[in-house]
Protein backbone atom coordinates (compact mmCIF):
# COMPACT_ATOMS: atom_id res chain seq x y z
CA UNK A 1 0.00 0.00 0.00
CA UNK A 2 1.72 3.53 -1.16
CA UNK A 3 -0.45 5.31 0.98
CA UNK A 4 1.84 6.67 3.71
CA UNK A 5 -0.87 7.38 6.15
CA UNK A 6 -1.09 3.62 7.07
CA UNK A 7 1.85 1.63 9.20
CA UNK A 8 1.65 -1.89 9.38
CA UNK A 9 2.49 -2.63 13.06
CA UNK A 10 2.20 -6.08 13.56
CA UNK A 11 1.50 -9.29 11.11
CA UNK A 12 -2.18 -8.32 9.51
CA UNK A 13 -2.31 -5.42 11.30
CA UNK A 14 -2.39 -1.84 9.36
CA UNK A 15 -3.37 1.13 11.32
CA UNK A 16 -4.32 4.80 10.15
CA UNK A 17 -1.90 6.75 12.03
CA UNK A 18 -4.28 9.72 11.65
CA UNK A 19 -6.54 7.84 14.52
CA UNK A 20 -3.38 6.52 16.80
CA UNK A 21 -4.03 8.08 20.07
CA UNK A 22 -0.85 7.15 21.89
CA UNK A 23 2.53 5.47 20.87
CA UNK A 24 3.63 3.30 23.86
CA UNK A 25 7.28 0.96 24.16
CA UNK A 26 5.26 -1.70 22.94
CA UNK A 27 1.43 -0.98 21.69
CA UNK A 28 -0.26 1.70 19.53
CA UNK A 29 -3.88 2.89 21.23
CA UNK A 30 -6.26 3.61 18.55
CA UNK A 31 -8.23 6.93 19.35
CA UNK A 32 -11.83 4.34 19.86
CA UNK A 33 -9.06 2.98 23.17
CA UNK A 34 -8.17 -0.13 21.13
CA UNK A 35 -4.54 -1.32 21.53
CA UNK A 36 -2.53 -2.86 19.30
CA UNK A 37 0.61 -4.41 19.69
CA UNK A 38 4.45 -2.81 17.94
CA UNK A 39 6.07 -6.35 16.55
CA UNK A 40 9.21 -6.99 18.11
CA UNK A 41 11.35 -7.35 15.10
CA UNK A 42 11.68 -4.02 13.80
CA UNK A 43 9.97 -1.89 16.54
CA UNK A 44 12.48 0.76 16.56
CA UNK A 45 12.30 1.51 12.56
CA UNK A 46 7.83 1.11 13.02
CA UNK A 47 8.10 3.86 16.35
CA UNK A 48 10.49 6.24 13.70
CA UNK A 49 8.35 5.91 11.11
CA UNK A 50 4.72 6.71 13.01
CA UNK A 51 6.85 9.87 15.16
CA UNK A 52 8.20 10.67 11.42
CA UNK A 53 4.42 11.05 9.79
CA UNK A 54 3.69 13.23 13.32
CA UNK A 55 6.31 15.88 12.35
CA UNK A 56 5.35 15.82 9.19
CA UNK A 57 1.67 16.67 9.64
CA UNK A 58 2.58 19.04 12.86
CA UNK A 59 4.42 20.96 9.71
CA UNK A 60 1.56 21.02 7.29
CA UNK A 61 -0.12 22.79 9.57
Known sequence: ???SRFLQC???IM???DYIKTMESDYFEMTDSKCF???TKGRKQIREQ???Y???KLEEA
Open 50 to 52: YIK
Open 37 to 39: PIK
Open 54 to 56: QFL
Open 15 to 17: LNM
Open 10 to 12: NRG
Open 1 to 3: MDD
